[in-house]
């Protein structure tokens, strides 16, 4: 399980996966407190959408298996945060 990195992600903007292929099953739990975890099969087509904030409070993962499984494909789709080139000049508001 993990939580993906946000230090490239613009802030407050959503993760959002979709599932291609076999099923696979997507474990989600929180990081502290109540630790259940979620179980979420992901058929083929379906879309996960995790919100920017879930990545500081929960961890998600997909087990391995030691079976060989059919074929999967994840999309993943984030909004990276804006860089400046080296050098650039900002413009100033209003002008």
């Known amino acids: 399980m993990h939580q993906d990195k946000l230090r490239s992600l613009a802030i407050g903007q959503p993760i959002t996966l979709v599932s291609l292929g076999s099923v696979r099953r997507m474990l ?21 959408r995790m919100s920017h904030a879930s990545q500081l409070t929960h961890e998600h993962g997909i087990p391995k298996t030691r079976r060989e499984q059919p074929a999967r494909i994840s999309v993943v789709f984030r909004a990276r ?6 050098g650039a000049r900002r413009a100033l508001p209003g002008g």
């Open 28 to 48: 989600i739990r929180a990081t502290s407190g109540c630790r259940e975890t979620l179980a979420i099969d992901l058929e083929p087509g379906s879309l996960l």
């Open 81 to 86: 945060a804006a860089v400046e080139a080296p």
